[in-house]
């Protein structure tokens, strides 16, 4: 079956660590988003690539890395220099920009809880 | 700025009662409007794509509408199980493929 993974789905994390959330996808996809969700708040985007070995910062890339080596992954780095890192971290894929069906699907999230 | 606003943020039905769920947007260029369901812990679930005033997109109790300015979801004789966040999202012209996302229609549907 063809979809988004994402691991670990809960995740704990020691002020002043660095945390690396994973995301595979074998949709076939060009393009791929890591986005954060707070309670009461959108969905808020933090990096997006449309290609390997190419990306871009969202809204809120500030204590956020991310790397794109192969095609089907996408992995987000929370780094200590993130101060309110504590949220549920949702990855997406979709298809490229020359595609006129551009709609973004969703893995099933980890929550990422600071200690 | 360009913003989504979803109305209201949180509906409570009784199972069978029909409702609609708002979408408004101040955004220029739009290049599409899309409709997600999410439920409780879980990854958002793609329901409907419009992309110009006029179209319909109908999937069971369903039906999302689009006008120049807002989308209307529309729930027919809701079941509980239809209880779920109901996001929105715009795509613009001036952006690649991302999307702004409103906060979201908390539906609680009652039995």
């Known amino acids: 079956d063809g979809g988004i993974t994402q691991s670990p789905k809960y995740l704990f994390r020691k002020e002043g660590q660095n945390v690396t959330l994973s995301c595979e996808q074998n949709l076939n996809h060009d393009a791929m988003y890591w986005y954060r969700q707070d309670p009461g708040q959108g969905l808020r985007l933090i990096y997006y690539?449309?290609?390997?070995?190419?990306?871009q910062k969202g809204d809120i890339a500030e204590g956020y890395s991310v790397s794109r080596e192969k095609k089907e992954s996408f992995p987000l780095t929370v780094t200590s220099a993130q101060k309110n890192p504590t949220a549920f971290y949702l990855c997406?894929?979709?298809?490229?920009?020359?595609?006129?069906?551009?709609?973004?699907?969703f893995g099933p999230g980890t929550r990422l809880t600071v200690l | 700025e360009d913003q989504v606003t979803q109305s209201p943020e949180a509906l409570r039905l009784q199972e069978g009662e029909s409702s609609s769920l708002n979408c408004s947007y101040t955004v220029s260029g739009l290049r599409g409007l899309f409709w997600y369901r999410q439920d409780p812990g879980k990854g958002p679930e793609f329901l409907f794509t419009l992309y110009s005033a006029g179209e319909e997109k109908e999937k069971e109790r369903l039906k999302a509408t689009l006008t120049k300015k807002e989308s209307f979801l529309h729930i027919t004789a809701p079941k509980p199980e239809d209880s779920a966040t109901y996001l929105c999202?715009?795509?613009?012209?001036?952006?690649?493929?991302?999307?702004?996302f409103g906060k979201g229609t908390m539906l609680l549907v009652s039995p």
């Open positions: 690539s449309q290609i390997v070995n190419d990306f």
């Open positions: 999202a715009v795509r613009l012209n001036s952006g690649y493929s991302t999307l702004t």
């Open positions: 997406a894929s979709s298809t490229g920009q020359g595609s006129s069906y551009n709609e973004q699907f």
